[in-house]
């Protein structure tokens, strides 16, 4: 089948996932006084101002928009134990609640889950197949903070990794690459896939900003996944150039040498210079650049078949800015949704001295991965 293009999964209904009375990721009570416009960081603004600015640009015109059914009971036990989504269904169906840490949810919240599971799990499937040549895949909730039996950081199911299992079992793939650019460390995905080959697990994430317990450079695998787990932790402040340094060094030769069927990126838009829950100065340009460097790698390695699964990102005014551009360099499309806030964000990256400092630890880091772990 020849490919056709770039996807575009998306649906309405992800947007009514609602989550409980915090401040940012406070509980309201006590001294927390609650927001004017109050719950999580983590709501549906973000997302759908994406799709607001890709209508208006013109730029979904040129994907193919789709939707997908829900990820089915099975599907979802390929990851999770049957206890947990008995819990989670039965939680749901009295009007929700919440089961893990920061992971609230209304009435019908399993069903929304589940859905946001299965837009990933379709994106994989069409790209796998050839349906597609890339796909972007709009979940929401997120996933890559869920455990097998412990939903946490706004994730309520695995979703890239319940995809993946998906695929798996219908025997489309045999070698994953899981990249995770989110700001936070890919957590769950990393746990669920770590004794195991057959996946390598990639986190580039701001150090000890969350989890506070995970993602040290140390963490490579265990039994027959070691070594095919790789956690890059930058530190605050790292900006646009070590971001890109990092993929040149770090992430590009890992995949070399890894030889994946598919690249999937856990593309979280939380490193920007705007995120209330990050200190990262990433731009829209650098998701920009990033995307171009994983799309070479991607053509050179695998046939170009590439999925990006949304994950966080809390700026609602600028995560559409650095989707949008993501989205155009997946499509190869002549649209620009211009940045507004490029040239401030230039001025306000780390100076020449601090950005060799980075690239020094970057360094470091490179050398410690060209070396057998244990």
């Known amino acids: 089948m020849m490919a056709q293009g770039t996807g575009f999964f998306f649906d309405e209904k992800c947007f009514w996932h609602s989550g409980g009375n915090y401040a940012l990721t406070l509980p309201v009570g006590d ?44 599907m979802l036990a390929r990851v999770h134990p049957s206890d947990f989504l008995e819990k989670f269904k039965s939680v749901s169906d009295a009007g929700g609640g919440e089961i893990g ?9 399993y069903e929304i889950a589940a859905l946001s599971a299965g837009l990933a799990t ?50 489309l793939l045999q070698k994953v690459v899981v990249l995770d650019w989110d700001v936070h460390h890919g957590n769950g995905t990393e746990a669920i896939f770590y004794d195991r080959d057959d996946v390598l697990t990639i986190s580039m994430h701001q150090e ?16 027959a996944g070691l070594g095919a787990n790789i956690n890059i932790p ?28 598919m690249i999937i990126v856990a593309c ?15 731009s829209a340009d650098t998701f920009r650049q990033m995307t171009k460097q994983i799309m070479r790698a991607a053509e050179n390695l695998c ?18 800015f650095c ?38 630890l970057v360094d470091e880091m490179a050398k410690t991965f060209a070396s057998p772990p244990g």
């Open 31 to 74: 001294l927390v006084q609650p927001l004017a416009a109050g719950g999580l960081p983590e709501s549906p603004e973000t997302k759908r101002r994406l799709k607001n600015l890709m209508d208006v640009t013109g730029l979904s015109a040129e994907l193919h928009l789709r939707s997908a059914p829900a990820a089915t009971d099975a």
């Open 303 to 320: 046939d170009g078949k590439l999925v990006l699964v949304h994950e966080g990102g809390y700026s609602e005014a600028y995560v559409p």
């Open 234 to 261: 930058l530190p605050p402040g790292a900006g646009h150039n070590t971001y890109l340094y990092a993929m040149e060094q770090i992430v590009l030769p890992a995949l070399k040498a890894y030889q994946p069927d």
């Open 208 to 223: 000890h900003n969350y989890p506070l317990d995970s993602g040290d450079i140390t963490d490579r695998g265990r039994d």
């Open 323 to 360: 989707g949008h551009a993501v989205i155009e360099e997946l499509a190869s499309s002549d649209i620009r949704a211009e940045d507004p806030m490029a040239a401030a964000l230039a001025k306000r990256q780390p100076n020449a001295r601090v950005e060799a400092f980075f690239a020094t």
């Open 101 to 109: 840490l920061r992971t609230p949810f209304g009435k019908g919240g």
């Open 122 to 171: 379709e994106a994989v499937r069409a790209v796998a197949t050839g349906d597609l040549q890339n796909a972007y895949a709009l979940s929401r909730p997120p996933g890559h903070h869920c455990l097998p039996d412990w939903p946490n950081g706004f994730c309520l199911l695995a979703n890239i990794a319940i995809a993946i299992e998906e695929a798996k079992a219908q025997g």
């Open 268 to 282: 979280g838009f939380d490193a920007s210079a705007f995120d209330p829950l990050s200190r990262m100065l990433a």
